[in-house]
């Protein structure tokens, strides 16, 4: 099975500088695959922290965005959509939000996304085709491992515990959602806030070690956001959406 960690959640100036840093900084970095989730649009506002982190990328580090991409926002709010109670009652804003992301995207040459906040809907699928094409994780897990028009979608287990506070009981959290929600797949993303590289080294030792002694069988393998992106859609497992 393919495992991948959601980290951040690096939406915010002081959450980059302070948190971000702090991780980043950690000296188990680069031992283990790691794509760090940010905001790129906050490189209008501590420029240096970007500069820093690109620079200082390990073999094993990548990038990608977070929290919709940029901005806080939930995505389906951008249409007009009467299914929900609080439905935009002016133009759809899609083509907008597109333009204004593209531009912080190509900067970076970010082209996936850790972190689409809210309901999924066709609407917000194509949306996030013209931005994110590599793939994007999202937390509406009423939806299945969905590939649209040719990108895949999967849904994120929303939190795992608090940094390092109790490995065991994160694990078993894990495993169980292997074993409900992902039953079936061989796929599975965990959101984790403000975890460390050497934290989610323990998780990982941690959560291998009592889901083989639950099933022996079954091998485990973390890998980074593109890498699993690429693999769902290779797997033959996901529902089509043309």
């Not at 922290?49 to 200082?56: L, P, R, V």
């Not at 895949?152 to 009981?169: C, L, M, R």
């Not at 965990?190 to 080294?201: E, V």
Request: glycine share 8%; hydrophobic share 35%; charged share 15%.
């Amino acid at each position: 099975m393919y495992l991948y960690y959601h980290i951040g959640d690096y939406d915010g100036a002081n959450w980059v500088l302070n948190y971000m840093w702090q991780a980043y900084e950690n000296p188990a970095r680069g031992s283990a695959p790691i794509t760090w989730a940010v905001n790129p649009g906050l490189s209008d506002r501590i420029p240096m922290a970007f500069d820093y982190f690109y620079s200082n990328l390990s073999p094993k580090d990548t990038i990608c965005a977070s929290d919709s991409g940029v901005g806080y926002m939930r995505p389906q709010y951008v249409f007009q959509d009467k299914s929900l109670a609080d439905s935009r009652t002016i133009a759809n804003g899609g083509a907008q939000y597109v333009s204004y992301t593209k531009k912080y995207f190509d900067r970076f040459d970010i082209d996936a996304v850790s972190f689409i906040i809210g309901y999924m809907s066709p609407q917000v699928y194509a949306m996030y085709n013209q931005i994110a094409p590599v793939g994007s994780f999202h937390y509406d897990r009423a939806k299945p491992i969905t590939i649209y028009k040719g990108v895949p979608y999967v849904p994120t287990k929303n939190g795992i515990g608090n940094p390092g506070e109790n490995y065991n009981t994160s694990a078993q959290g894990m495993y169980d959602y292997l074993k409900t929600t992902m039953k079936g797949y061989n796929f599975a993303a965990f959101r984790t806030i403000r975890w460390t590289p050497a934290q989610l080294n323990t998780l990982s030792e941690t959560f291998i070690n009592y889901a083989k002694s639950k099933d022996p069988s079954k091998n485990y393998k973390f890998v980074n956001a593109y890498n699993f992106m690429a693999l769902v859609k290779q797997s033959g497992q996901a529902t089509i959406m043309n």
